[in-house]
Antibody, heavy 116, light 110 residues
Framework: QVQLQESGPGLVKPSETLSLTCTVS????????WSWIRQPPGKGLEWIGY???????NFNPSLKSRVTISVDTSKTQFSLKLSSVTAADTATYYC??????????WGKGTTVTVSS | QSVLTQPPSLSAAPGQKVAISCSGS????????VSWYQQLPGTAPNLLIY???KRPSGIPDRISGSKSGTSATLGITGLQTGDEADYYC???????????FGGGTKLTVL
């Protein structure tokens, strides 16, 4: 059964770059889209973007200028980088598999706080 | 403001049924499949319905989904206290070229 696990720093300083990794286990990373979603405290879900196993990407227009998502198939990992962070980027960040129009597998989430 | 519109909250008594609506437009719900997610307190979202009305294995048949035009509905019958959660609809928006979620509905079973 496929499982996803997010990892990365829980605290990032304002203006710096947030970096997270999602490790995929139990299945191949190929032939799927892999997404990042975030949820600010007490608020709803916001899609950040996805990467296909080939490396092609698509991003939320509101975040596009600050987001990079990449995949490393040899390590069965994909990663998120969000630059120039502010307090508004404080959230729980989830990775998820986007398969045939549905997000069918989610990681447990990791909380990132932006603060000096 | 979310592209997909859901009621912020709903409540119903145990054993009753509830319908959670998700309203969109021709570029999202009107032309793409809708999925629904349940988020129990303090946990990650979990897929409840996909392709408008299909249930993943393990989801009971008292959970149902439907779509008509640019709106979708999640139905839950025989409500249990364990159904208290936030529920989100989601779909692809062909105009934005982006995945979009509804703002979420907090369901209270009391």
């Amino acid at each position: 059964q496929v499982q996803l696990q997010e990892s990365g720093p829980g605290l990032v300083k304002p203006s710096e770059t947030l970096s997270l990794t999602c490790t995929v286990s139990g299945d191949s990373i190929t032939f799927y889209y892999w997404s990042w979603i975030r949820q600010p405290p007490g608020k709803g879900l916001e899609w950040i973007g996805y990467v296909y196993s080939s490396g092609s990407t698509n991003f939320n227009p509101s975040l596009k200028s600050r987001v990079t998502i990449s995949v490393d198939t040899s390590k069965t990992q994909f990663s998120l980088k969000l630059s120039s962070v502010t307090a508004a980027d404080t959230a729980t960040y989830y990775c998820a598999r986007l398969a045939f129009g549905k997000m069918d597998v989610w990681g447990k989430g990791t909380t990132v706080t932006v603060s000096s | 403001q979310s592209v997909l519109t859901q009621p912020p909250s709903l409540s119903a008594a145990p054993g009753q049924k509830v319908a959670i609506s998700c309203s969109g437009s021709s570029s999202n719900i009107g032309s793409n499949f809708v999925s629904w997610y349940q988020q129990l307190p303090g946990t990650a979202p979990n897929l409840l319905i996909y392709d408008n009305n299909k249930r993943p294995s393990g989801i009971p048949d008292r959970i149902s989904g439907s779509k008509s035009g640019t709106s979708a509905t999640l139905g839950i019958t025989g409500l249990q206290t364990g159904d208290e959660a936030d529920y989100y609809c989601g779909t692809w928006d062909s105009s934005l070229s982006a995945w979009v979620f509804g703002g979420g509905t907090k369901l209270t079973v009391l």
